[in-house]
């Protein structure tokens, strides 16, 4: 999984509470993704970031937020969480000096929105 | 919960056939390819890529062609075996922009 671990894997929540995944990694890289798969769409890309303090919204950032304040820890934040929101989240990193490099992925998330 | 694999088409292949997955891009000035394997429960696993000044790129066990006269990529897996059966997906990359797009995915469905 290329150095990369997610936290938790599995979670149950309730509409309405906030909910923080984590993507840690342990190589240094410079470029970290958020997506969510679901069945029918595929994956599609929540937010990245280029460096610390630096990050962009992708396809379907509305409703999370992310922060990332060193380099090794990439958080994803649902401030209030709902069933739309029940997914399959995966963190990604980009091994390369540039965003356009092959994207390596983390064991996934899988979240549950009652 | 409901597996990324439903809603996919498949491909059933008998153990020791040879595999192709076909996948239509959407952007002619995409200039890289990847193909990624995913089992059930797991993340994407990178597989091959490919850039846009090639038209055909082998690996182990793998090739990965490239028609960019009709956006259409394949892979080809050489004596299938049961432990290829997962979803197997594309994604392009235009060097203007610093995303992937990825394609929905087949599923490969390996028989002994």
């Known amino acids: 999984d290329a150095g990369i671990t997610q936290s938790p894997r599995h979670k149950v929540t309730e509409t309405g509470t906030p909910v923080t995944l984590r993507c840690h990694q342990t190589e240094n890289h410079r470029y970290m993704y958020w997506y969510r798969q679901d069945p029918g769409h595929g994956l599609r890309l929540i937010h990245y970031?280029?460096?610390?303090?630096?990050?962009d919204k992708g396809e379907v950032s509305d409703g999370y937020s992310v922060s990332r304040s060193k380099t090794e820890d990439f958080l994803l934040t649902l401030e209030s969480a709902t069933s739309s929101q029940t997914s399959v989240y995966f963190c990604a990193i980009t091994r390369g000096t540039a965003s356009t490099d092959t994207q390596y992925f983390g064991p996934g998330t899988r979240l549950t929105v009652l | 919960g409901e597996s990324v694999g439903l809603h996919l088409p498949t491909l059933s292949v008998q153990e020791g056939d040879n595999s192709i997955i076909n996948c239509a891009y959407s952007?002619?000035?995409?200039?890289?390819f990847i193909w990624y394997k995913q089992e059930s429960g797991k993340g994407p696993q990178f597989i091959i890529d490919i850039r846009s000044n090639m038209d055909k790129r082998q690996g182990q066990r793998v090739t990965v062609l490239l028609n960019k006269t009709v956006k259409h990529l394949s892979l080809q897996i050489a004596a299938t075996q049961p432990g290829d059966s997962a979803v197997y997906f594309c994604?392009?990359?235009?060097?203007?922009?610093?995303?992937?797009?990825f394609g929905k995915g087949t599923m490969l469905l390996v028989s002994p």
């Open positions: 994604a392009e990359i235009f060097s203007g922009y610093s995303t992937l797009t």
């Open positions: 952007n002619s000035a995409s200039d890289y």
């Open positions: 970031s280029y460096g610390v303090k630096d990050t």
